[in-house]
């Protein structure tokens, strides 16, 4: 029965996302009109592609790349994924959630502010990120370790009979296999630090 074992690997496996939502025109009506300046922590807030919410604009397994993420919002477009992710903008931002012991930082691409399409890409790249043994204890219980391990077993069967299984199952347990299949992207609340965010899942 698969799942007894697991498997660490030290090669990191991701791969370059592709365009998000590509073939949306128009501009995003979901940017927040806020400022650049004279903003501050207190009324920081995520861009609206990415704040948390019930029912989030974007539908994101965040174990599969961002070109798997889909909507159906109807007014959602491509060039949303290039405005700033959070506001007030952020060169560099951290994410962080309860569910690991590590938090995510996220460096914009175009050297000003870190972008709805960073953000995503970077969580993604992140996650992707091979666990080591020593980060596998630290779970701290058999419990935990085994419902990791399931996540592990969990992700590479489910691509079973199709292409880019052997691959899975050979890259061993990852972070994302932390959140013990916890991967639908919820989105980002701010913190009360304007640079660190909290990401929410379900």
Same mark, same amino acid.
């Given at each position: 029965?698969?799942?007894?074992?697991?498997?660490?690997?030290?090669?990191?496996?991701?791969?370059?996302?592709?365009?998000?939502?590509?073939?949306?025109?128009?501009?995003?009506?979901?940017?927040?009109?806020?400022?650049?300046?004279?903003?501050?922590?207190?009324?920081?807030?995520?861009?609206?592609?990415?704040?948390?919410?019930?029912?989030?604009?974007?539908?994101?397994?965040?174990?599969?790349?961002?070109?798997?993420?889909?909507?159906?919002?109807?007014?959602?477009?491509?060039?949303?994924?290039?405005?700033?992710?959070?506001?007030?903008?952020?060169?560099?931002?951290?994410?962080?959630?309860?569910?690991?012991?590590?938090?995510?930082?996220?460096?914009?691409?175009? =050297?000003?502010?870190? &972008?709805? !399409?960073?953000?995503?890409?970077? *969580? #993604?790249? /992140?996650?992707?990120?091979?666990?080591?043994?020593?980060?596998?204890?630290?779970?701290?219980?058999?419990?935990?370790?085994?419902?990791?391990?399931?996540?592990?077993?969990?992700?590479?069967?489910?691509?079973?009979?199709?292409?880019?299984?052997?691959?899975?199952?050979?890259?061993?347990?990852?972070?994302?296999?932390?959140?013990?299949?916890?991967?639908?992207?919820? =989105?980002?609340?701010? &913190?009360? !630090?304007?640079?660190?965010?909290? *990401? #929410?899942? /379900?």
């Amino acid at each position: 029965m698969p799942g007894k074992h697991v498997r660490f690997s030290t090669e990191n496996t991701f791969h370059s996302p592709a365009p998000l939502l590509s073939s949306l025109p128009g501009p995003t009506p979901y940017a927040p009109r806020r400022s650049y300046t004279h903003s501050s922590a207190a009324n920081a807030r995520a861009h609206n592609l990415v704040a948390f919410a019930d029912s989030p604009l974007l539908s994101f397994d965040i174990s599969l790349p961002p070109s798997a993420i889909t909507t159906h919002f109807h007014g959602v477009s491509s060039t949303g994924f290039q405005e700033p992710a959070v506001y007030p903008p952020q060169s560099t931002i951290s994410i962080v959630t309860q569910h690991l012991p590590w938090s995510i930082t996220v460096a914009a691409s175009n =050297g000003r502010y870190v &972008t709805v !399409a960073d953000t995503l890409n970077a *969580l #993604h790249r /992140s996650l992707r990120t091979n666990v080591t043994v020593e980060e596998y204890n630290t779970l701290g219980s058999h419990k935990l370790r085994r419902r990791a391990t399931e996540a592990y077993t969990h992700r590479y069967m489910r691509l079973q009979g199709h292409r880019g299984y052997t691959e899975e199952k050979r890259g061993g347990l990852k972070r994302v296999d932390f959140l013990m299949g916890c991967t639908k992207f919820r =989105g980002l609340s701010a &913190t009360g !630090a304007a640079d660190v965010w909290r *990401l #929410h899942i /379900s």
